[in-house]
């Protein structure tokens, strides 16, 4: 799946605004596509499906839109508005999730801190990139 596909299949979360033109403000690396389209799919299925009743009525989760999505000192970072306290543990799981897997190609073996620009990589992805990480 591309960056592209991923947009597209989540039309409530990545609505298009004003500010962020050709969607720039949404990059996700090739190795966090399927983390975050399992992170988009939750999030979906939440806002979709929760509701609370209390002596005031019903409620329901509100809509989970994406502000920005980036690589922010090596891990994901999934910048919202709307949704509750649920979606936000989800967010904070994926973004945990983040820094134990390759952003190139999301294996979670061998995965070593470069230095310099911080990314989490696994050797592999490390060496063919040229990349320097310190040995723990």
Known sequence: MTQK???DKYPKIFVPYEGNPY???W???NGWIQLVDDLCGAIQ???DHWKMWDKDGVHTCPQVTCVQVKEKFGGLR???RGGNEKT???IDMAEYMSFRMCINCSTRENIVNTE???SYKC???AEKDGDIWEEE
């Open 5 to 7: 596909e991923l947009i």
């Open 23 to 25: 969607n720039v403000n």
């Open 27 to 29: 990059y996700i690396p």
């Open 45 to 47: 299925n939440h806002v």
């Open 78 to 80: 999934f910048y919202t």
């Open 88 to 90: 936000e543990g989800m």
């Open 116 to 118: 310099g620009w911080i």
């Open 123 to 125: 050797k592999s992805c």
